[in-house]
């Protein structure tokens, strides 16, 4: 019987710490949802990004603050908040009031985001804060691995509150140099041969990258191109092509040498021993690189033959 008992109670002690309570949400207290992100974490900023929040006020909106902290660009936000209390001083994190300033709501209007002083008679709004964030930040340097965050504050006419914050991470998209041809000017095959190794540098680390033969080229270079792919094609994938691993192989690093990779070099030097095949032309190379986030860059890199 004791032994009955034993089992009994120790059945009942695993179901009670097996049965975790969910979370009550009070249905007439404002909240803030990210359906796409749904725990807020950390995401990184992309084209695809799904940045729309929904703010939700049963008691209907009073109070909806956006503060910012965008780092050496705090002072940024300042153009579009009149309220003088709410600026960044000294870097400190500024405050977009969505109710009562009217810059603040005219910066968010002409993003399509209806916000201003008839939100107190509303009890939902929505907002894309990549939006907001690209807005503020067009035609600003930013560093690569920056970390912005937008802390979202609402309450409702009972006096309700509620906040969260998003967290958005920035990187880099891919470069592309030529150090000893900053301004990838056309480079003369006739003339004094120079250096042609062109860097990348991928941040996101190199998910796809090609070297494309534009059409118009020398027949010569088009044909030799065409003999070092799959296909034959004028296309050099370098991450996917078996065959350009041992055909470029001088030249162009390919596979694992480049996919998942930040930097690597591509030497077009090739160009000058192939110039005596060469016709009078006009040989262009567009250089395309996509990274993991899907941010894509693109360089031309041209030669010419007399």
Sequence with gaps: MNKILYVIAAATVLLATGCKKEEVVDPTKPTINWDSNVGFAQVEMTA???????????GKIQILELVLNLGANNNLVNQYIKIQSNKSVNGSNPILDLVDDDSAANLLGGLGMR??????DRT?????LQKILERILLGQPVENNSTFTIEIRATDQSGNYVSRTAKFHFTAAPSISWPKNPNFAVVELDAAEIECKVAVWSPGKIEKMTVTLEEGAAPALVS????RTTGETTVIDLVHDELVKDS???WFPSGN????????????GFMFQQK???ESS???????VEDKNGKQTVQPVKFKKN
């Design 48 to 58: 695809t990004l799904d940045a729309g929040i929904t703010v939700l006020a049963p």
């Design 115 to 120: 916000v201003g002083s008839s939100l107190r």
């Design 124 to 128: 939902e709004l929505k907002l894309d």
């Design 224 to 227: 030799f191109v065409k003999k």
């Design 248 to 250: 470029f192989k001088n």
């Design 257 to 268: 040498a480049v996919a998942g990779k930040e930097q690597v070099v591509l030497d077009f």
């Design 276 to 278: 005596y095949d060469l």
């Design 282 to 288: 006009n040989n262009s190379f567009i250089v395309f």
